[in-house]
């Protein structure tokens, strides 16, 4: 159910170009992170790592965040 790690979704969840709009705080949390580490840091190594992050924090929630999930990758 989850896109392969090298996806083009977690890119654009990452730098904000896909919006995801959650009533999940830890969620809400990671998106807003995302957004200062971009903003302060647009270099193609800082965009893999958020990409990564990202990637491993629905791996690791995937169970608490499937709906999410479901909503972000259709």
């Known amino acids: 159910m989850i896109p392969a790690s090298n996806h083009a979704v ?3 969840i990452a730098t904000g170009a ?7 705080l830890a ?3 990671l998106v807003q992170a995302n957004k200062l580490s971009y903003e302060s840091d647009r270099s193609p190594a800082n965009v893999k790592q958020l990409a990564a992050k990202t990637y491993s924090f629905f791996v ?3 169970k608490l965040f499937s709906n999410e999930l ?3 990758i259709e």
């Open 70 to 72: 479901a909503k972000i």
């Open 60 to 62: 690791q929630f995937e």
């Open 27 to 29: 969620i809400n949390l």
């Open 10 to 12: 977690w890119t654009q």
């Open 18 to 24: 896909k919006t995801i709009n959650s009533g999940k």
